[in-house]
């Protein structure tokens, strides 16, 4: 094991699409470690499978990080002494260190047709042997046969020459001991023909030059250990410690896929999730802070966090915990702050209720009367959509309330908007001082005459505080809706 004491993880995504939940809830571990044990944390793409590259991975791989809270030290745009700490731009390195493996004959290289690949693999297959892979042909080529290869210009991959005998094994900090026979693990490709690394060989390189001292990842990672270990033995360097933390499971325990539902973190932002809330939510997919508390402060968790209590077996996602801790991370916000979340989202994913950009200010005092109606920051905006759009739509017949008539509501809009043009400070207070006294010289109901206003200026029967949402109309445009109730009434 190192004997380093300065804690280093990785995060070390592919660029092959969105970041999945999987992954970032691996990137929120990592972080987990480095603050608690005041390490560092490095991201590091692993981009050696050309082929798969999807553009604007990375950009998103930043994103989320950015918009989860989640701060590194070194990569993904952060200078750091063990850079670059983008695959493709260490080829260099990898060569370096096969070269070094084949002078070793812990590798060779294989000039193995993909034809002859295929026919192998078929044959095995038809024989039903219970060893399907690479039989080792090209190991045992003599130094001359090796030689007229490499002359003769034939293309050529490099694999590990595995150990026929013996067993690997890791002390997993969640899994404790986990071994593996070498004779099941065919001599695999570590240099590709397109002179790319495989991860298994770039992630060992880069894990050890790096000095990463934990290696979180998921356990569909955990049969490549033995492959690992056998790298970290070959070239003489220290392993670090291993966390294959459990995959991710929908509610009938099966792998969490696309067709249970969102697996990128960037579809949860546009559905409105919360930061503070998805990293909460993640962190207990595996690991519990306390064996019952679900709504935990951040530095709570950072503090108490420790990988080994993390348990092996799948974690289910829920989505229905996700929404309750969401709407109860909503609700205990200071407003100023959900205000800012609310700006930032709509700004990002305008609503279609929308006519008009909310600013910041109004994000602001807007949060202050929805927060407690909001699940996610999605349900805003069609509570609002009133205050940001230039036509609000309603019939009469939802003007009009229950036990009211078509005069009795025309008489609540005229000598409202009387009462209403009258305020001097319009304020939530003083609205709704005017409102009641109006109700009481109309002799009605003040639920009559607050919800002919209401759906007046909203359109809505049920809507944010009607008298803070007045106040934020602002006066003229509260007279202006009104008058236009009123001519809607006389058409009628
Ligand atoms: N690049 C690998 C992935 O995206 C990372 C595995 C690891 O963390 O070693 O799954």
């Known amino acids: 094991m190192k004997g380093n004491d300065s804690v280093r993880v990785r995060y070390a995504p592919s660029p092959t699409g969105d970041p999945h939940i999987g992954n970032i809830r691996t990137a929120i ?20 499978d050309q082929n798969r590259l999807v553009e604007g991975s990375i950009d998103h791989q930043k994103e989320s990080l950015e918009w989860l809270g989640i701060d590194w030290d070194e990569g993904l745009g952060k200078p750091g002494e063990f850079g670059p700490y ?36 078929q044959e095995q297959r038809s024989k039903k042997m219970d060893r399907i892979g690479y039989d080792g042909h090209c190991r045992g080529l003599s130094s001359y046969e090796r030689a007229e290869n490499l002359d003769s210009g034939r293309e050529y991959v490099v694999r590990f020459a595995m150990p026929t005998e013996g067993t690997s094994f890791v002390d997993d900090l969640i899994r404790g001991k986990v071994e593996f026979e070498n004779g099941l693990v065919e001599d695999f490709v570590i ?8 991860y298994h060989l770039a992630s060992v390189v880069d894990d050890h030059l790096m000095n990463i001292t934990h290696v979180l990842r998921g356990e569909e990672w955990l049969s490549s250990v033995p492959r690992h270990i056998q790298i970290y033995h070959s070239l003489g360097w220290d392993i670090p410690f291993f966390a294959h933390l459990p995959t991710i499971l929908a509610p009938d325990r099966s792998k ?65 915990k996700l929404t309750w801790m969401n ?14 979340l609310l700006y930032d989202f709509w700004t990002q994913y305008p609503p279609r209720e929308f006519d008009r950009e909310p600013d910041r200010e109004s994000s602001r005092k807007v949060a202050s009367l929805v927060s407690e109606r909001l699940k996610t920051l999605t349900d805003a905006a069609p509570l609002v959509a009133f205050l940001y759009s ?33 305020i001097q400070e ?67």
Request: proline residues 2%; contains cysteine.
């Open 327 to 340: 709407g109860n991370y909503i609700r205990q916000m200071d407003s100023a702050h959900l205000g800012d």
């Open 390 to 422: 230039n036509e609000i739509e309603y019939s009469v017949d939802q003007l009009i309330q229950k036990q009211m008539d078509h005069s009795a509501t025309l008489a609540i809009l005229e000598e409202g908007k009387y009462f209403l043009k009258d």
């Open 191 to 198: 240099l590709k023909s397109d002179k790319f690394p495989t």
């Open 29 to 48: 571990f990592d972080w987990f470690i480095a603050r608690r044990l005041g390490g560092d944390f490095i991201v590091r793409v692993e981009d050696t």
């Open 256 to 320: 969490l896929s696309k067709r249970h539902g969102a697996t990128s973190i960037m579809e949860y932002k546009q559905m409105g999730f919360v930061p503070e809330a998805m990293v909460n939510f993640l962190s207990l997919l595996g690991w519990s802070y306390d064996g019952e508390t679900e709504i935990v402060e951040l530095s709570d968790m950072i503090s108490r966090f420790d990988i080994s209590e993390v348990n092996g077996s799948g974690a289910v996602f829920d989505m229905e």
């Open 86 to 121: 983008v695959q493709s731009e260490r080829l260099h390195i990898y060569h370096e260190i096969t070269d070094t493996l084949i002078e070793s004959e812990n590798a060779y290289r294989c000039f193995c047709s993909p034809d002859r690949l295929k026919e192998l693999r």
């Open 426 to 492: 319009f304020s939530a207070q003083n609205i709704e001082t005017e409102l009641r006294i109006l109700a009481d010289k109309l002799k009605l109901k003040p639920r009559h005459v607050l919800g002919t206003i209401r759906v007046a200026t909203s359109g809505q029967k049920i809507s944010p505080p009607l008298f803070g949402s007045l106040e934020l109309l602002g006066k003229s445009r509260t007279i202006n809706l009104i008058d236009q109730a009123v001519n809607k009434l006389q058409a009628n």
